[in-house]
């Protein structure tokens, strides 16, 4: 599986990262995402996130007592039977103390996992192009990614990996399921996996994954269909470029085709947003616990205001597709078709550590603008078309086939 934004999960561009491409994340490497924010710059400073203090953490002390911490050290340093190392050792301190938080999407990185999750950020990397997330303590399949190795090989979306070249993945973070998955172009991974009570194994072929985050094309029949399949650095200037091109050819409609995106940055669901939504729409709200901490607004573009749209998502469709999704359906301004989006409402601020590491926090979790909690529940299509395996096999699109039609009716 890979990695970009974990399981969907939304970033925030809070603090700078040092490397360029963390500029800005939900899905999770092999392409993980699901979303994140982060990365210093005006619009994080003025439009995305407002800390608050979260009271549940009020009472804990400035420090904490390492006492105990030394005990253990000295007892393991003298006795264990074994090799350790200092920054094993020293990794697994900080790796413990962000899993006492008991949120599977809050997560130490050491520089080494750091590196790989700026690459599955760039949209460019080696694996099988598969997006991972968590819940609870299994490692689940959020989105296989169109025409790479996993979806070839028969990987679905809430597939549960059980065993990763036939070791347990019991227990492991996503971070850590991604290091075992990803790797050199041309070597084999086995994957175990749980799927609708049946246990199911799948050899797969790494290869090299790239993928653009932004696609076009114009039916025979005049409509416009734009595909993002991931929200990164470059997706809302290409998505902007693409509604301007479409709109100039006096398209019929458009197809906003989100199936598989399990996410990717914030600011990047804002902005696709804009492009449909009126100046002062709402577009979602971050809360800690019940406080509304930020409300974002529409600002902008609309150029593609009043033209036709559906969207199609699926089971695969998390975090920032689900941002844009309920954005556009809560404001009467697409309607949705296809299967339920995977359901993933949580947002993580990325901060960079002076070591050389980086922390993944959960920092709030996001609302529709009718106030839906999409966590755990996704967004239900308006109209339902699921994707038969015949369907598949035969290379049918009856999700975009009905989307079609429900633009050529409205004509």
Do not use: C, H
């Not at 599986?1 to 994340?25: A, C, H």
């Not at 804990?60 to 253990?72: F, Q």
């Not at 997006?131 to 689940?140: A, N, P, R, T, Y």
């Amino acid at each position: 599986m890979d990695y970009r934004g974990e399981q969907g999960v939304e970033f925030s561009k809070k603090k700078k990262f040092p490397i360029k491409t963390l500029k800005n994340i939900l899905v999770v490497l092999v392409i993980f995402s699901a979303g994140f924010l982060f990365g210093q710059s005006d619009f994080a400073k003025q439009n995305l996130y407002f800390r608050s203090k979260n009271k549940s953490d009020s009472n804990l002390p400035n420090n904490l007592d390492y006492s105990g911490v030394e005990e253990v050290y000295s007892k393991l340093k003298d006795s264990f039977d074994g090799e350790l190392t200092q920054q094993k050792l020293q990794d697994g301190l900080k790796e413990g103390l962000v899993r006492a938080a008991g949120d599977p999407y809050t997560e130490f990185l050491n520089a080494e996992a750091t590196k790989e999750f700026e690459e599955g950020l760039s949209g460019s990397f080696e694996g099988i192009g598969a997006e991972l997330g968590k819940d609870k303590e299994s490692i689940v399949i959020i989105s296989p990614i169109s025409g790479f190795p996993a979806e070839k090989a028969g990987i679905k979306a809430k597939d549960i990996i059980v065993e990763i070249d036939g070791e347990s993945a019991a227990d492991l973070s996503v971070t850590e399921a991604v290091k075992k998955i990803r790797g050199q172009k041309g070597t084999k991974v086995k994957l175990t996996v749980f799927r609708e009570g049946k246990t199911l194994e799948f050899e797969i072929t790494r290869d090299q994954i790239t993928i653009p985050s932004v696609t076009t094309e114009v039916t025979d029949s005049g409509i416009g269909i734009i595909k993002i399949s991931r929200f990164g650095d470059d997706t809302v200037q290409l998505a902007t470029d693409a509604a301007a091109n479409l709109k100039s050819k006096n398209v019929k409609g458009i197809i906003l085709d989100l199936r598989g995106n399990p996410g990717g940055l914030l600011e990047g669901a804002v902005g696709i947003s804009e492009i449909w939504l009126s100046n002062g729409d709402k577009i979602l709200q971050e809360k800690r616990g019940e406080e509304v901490i930020k409300t974002y607004f529409a600002d902008g573009k609309q150029i593609l205001g009043g033209v036709k749209t559906v969207i199609l998502i699926d089971e695969g469709s998390a975090s920032a597709s689900e941002i844009v999704a309920g954005a556009l359906k809560d404001n009467n301004a697409a309607t949705i078709i296809g299967t339920k989006s995977y359901g993933k409402g949580s947002v993580q601020e990325v901060k960079s550590l002076s070591f050389g590491g980086t922390l993944k926090v959960t920092v709030a979790r996001w609302f529709t603008p009718n106030g839906r909690n999409i966590d755990k529940e996704g967004i239900e299509p308006d109209q339902k078309v699921e994707i038969s395996e015949e369907d598949a096999k035969a290379n049918r699109d009856p999700q975009k086939d009905a989307a079609i039609q429900f633009i050529q009716k409205a004509q």
